[in-house]
């Protein structure tokens, strides 16, 4: 038995390692090995491991370690999980497993063990050291595996707002012209979009455009989507779908822009990966990181604009 759960956990342990080294490459198959090897080591590796030790121990004495050991390794490798593969309430997550340890864990742990009169100290010390080593790695992975993207969206909005201020001050083309009248529907509603989303975050457009970096939660997903929905727009976003589609099918039928057409949808980002146009709307708002959504959002208003500005 013991030799079948030591090689339970040498290929939990090679999948999880896989897993990070594809993720470390950005490989493809990467989310798959580590959702497989996380949730074998939580729900299988570990409660067997617990299992076999504590009936080999032939007391019930231990019991509540056990049971407190497995409720703490569900709770900090779930909260890792989600915070590697960005899904929502994973900062409540990790904020939950950073004390839980030592809220939970290590009480029971310092009972149980003590009324152990066999049990060395060197044990409890390596326990502080392992809890200490999984603060720190948690305290880590929650500050710097979305770094990187949120600095990016970061930059991209400064950007952004430079463009957009140079073309807020050309004048205004063509108004009787339909694709420009389409383009200034669509941006009277990307501005809707952009203000629910801020106000459900408790900021403004000017304070965004003045200090991204102020976002309270900028890698949380989902809150985009909640946003919008309770302002009352419909859970497949068709109000800024039916514009975009608008806009692409008036540049098709108005002369001189059926080249711009073609390139249109690719431009705006309105076909999802899968090509199914009742997915758009959760594949931009439901499973971006908010930063995402609003840079999305803030580069298709600056592309409607600069298209505007060369209309003759």
């Known amino acids: 038995m013991k030799q079948k759960i030591y090689l339970l956990g040498v290929v939990t342990f090679l999948i999880v390692l896989t897993g990070i080294m594809f993720k470390l490459n950005h490989w493809p198959g990467a989310g798959y090995l580590l959702v497989i090897g996380l949730v074998t080591l939580v729900l299988v590796f570990t409660p067997v491991a617990l299992i076999n030790s504590y009936r080999d121990e032939g007391t019930r004495q231990n019991l509540p370690l056990y049971i407190v050991t497995w409720i703490t390794c569900f709770v900090v490798f ?8 960005h899904w929502p309430g994973a900062g409540i997550l990790m904020t939950i497993s950073l004390p839980f340890p030592y809220i939970v864990f290590l009480p029971v742990f310092l009972i149980v063990t003590g009324r152990n009169k066999n049990f060395s100290i060197y044990n409890t010390v390596f326990v502080l050291m392992l809890l200490v ?6 305290g880590l992975l929650a500050l710097n595996v979305t770094r990187n993207r949120i600095d990016d969206s970061f930059n991209l909005s400064r950007n952004y707002t430079e ?7 050309l004048p205004d083309q063509m108004t009787d012209n339909p694709v420009v009248q389409s383009i200034n529907e669509v941006l009277s509603t990307v501005d809707s979009y952009q203000e629910i989303i801020l106000q459900h975050e408790n900021m403004s457009p000017e304070q965004w455009e003045r200090n991204p970096e102020s976002l309270w939660r900028p890698d949380s997903k989902g809150l985009a989507a909640q946003a919008l929905i309770n302002s009352g727009d419909s859970p ?3 109000k800024l779908l039916s514009g975009l589609k608008s806009l692409v099918k008036n540049m098709e039928i108005t002369p001189g822009y059926s080249e711009l057409a073609k390139e249109a949808p690719q431009l705006f980002d309105i076909v999802s990966p899968n090509g199914k146009e009742e997915d758009w ?5 439901n499973d971006n990181n908010l ?6 959002l803030e580069g298709l208003e600056t592309n409607l604009k600069m298209i505007r500005a060369t209309l003759n």
């Open 78 to 85: 779930t909260a890792i999980l989600f915070k590697i593969m």
């Open 163 to 169: 463009v957009e201020t140079v073309l807020n001050d």
């Open 133 to 138: 080593i999984n603060s720190v790695f948690s």
């Open 236 to 238: 497949e976003g068709t």
């Open 291 to 296: 930063a995402w959504v609003l840079i999305y």
């Open 281 to 285: 709307y959760s594949w931009k708002f």
